[in-house]
């Protein structure tokens, strides 16, 4: 049984907004399948080979304490100064998002 359908082929396809012919959709059916066959037997293999009593002792997440390292308006006459167009204490920048 394969593990990609036709379907799933044909919305990837659609995803990457490339079209297929149903020759190739029949043809990536097989090999996708057959690709993720392999990596599912190779993350078996990879948890089987794990050993899960390697770490001796508690685990807990060591990070750095948050520090501010620059005062604040520090920068900010500076990077203004370098900007085309600025309001106020703001860059104006190019609108490059469309909001429908």
Request: a negative charge; charged letters at 25%; hydrophobic letters at 40%.
């Amino acid at each position: 049984m394969p593990l990609m359908t036709k379907e799933e082929i044909q919305h990837l396809a659609k995803l990457a907004r490339i079209e297929l012919t149903e020759a190739e959709i029949t043809k990536f059916t097989v090999e996708l399948s057959a690709i993720l066959s392999y990596v599912g037997t190779v993350q078996t293999l990879a948890a089987e080979a794990t050993d899960n009593t390697s770490v001796v002792g508690d685990r807990y997440n060591i990070v750095r304490p948050d520090v501010v390292t620059n005062q604040a308006d520090g920068y900010t006459p500076e990077l203004l100064a370098e900007m085309p167009q600025t309001e106020g204490r703001y860059m104006v920048v190019k609108k490059i998002l469309q909001t429908e």
